[in-house]
Nanobody, 114 residues
Framework: QVQLVESGGDLVQPGGSLRLSCAAS????????MAWYRQAPGKQRELVAR???????YYANSVKGRFTISRDNAQNTVYLQMNSLKPDDTAVYYC????????WGQGTQVTVSS
């Protein structure tokens, strides 16, 4: 069974940047669409961005133009480059397939605060 490990979260000031990584313990089929999700305190988990096997991308309106999702199938890794971070981006970030069907990892905490 695939295990997902997210990393790269940190405390950053508004306007700053972070790059998140998601490593899969097993092989990620290149046919899977992969996605980043986030969950802020007291809110439901939401889709942030997704990337298809053909590298087509989708972004939530709230992050469009600031975040970039990418994948490296050979390395079984998915990335999320986050620029111009805002306090509203504060959340635990997770990766999974889209739609999600693997067990969720522990996530990585992103805190945007001055």
């Amino acid at each position: 069974q695939v295990q997902l490990v997210e990393s790269g979260g940190d405390l950053v000031q508004p306007g700053g940047s972070l790059r998140l990584s998601c490593a899969a313990s097993g092989s990620i089929s290149s046919s899977y669409a992969m996605a980043w999700y986030r969950q802020a305190p007291g809110k439901q988990r939401e889709l942030v961005a997704r990337i298809t096997s053909g590298s087509s991308t989708y972004y939530a309106n709230s992050v469009k133009g600031r975040f970039t999702i990418s994948r490296d199938n050979a390395q079984n890794t998915v990335y999320l480059q986050m620029n111009s971070l805002k306090p509203d981006d504060t959340a635990v970030y997770y990766c999974n397939t889209w739609p999600s069907h693997w067990p969720w990892g522990q996530g990585t905490q992103v805190t945007v605060s001055s």
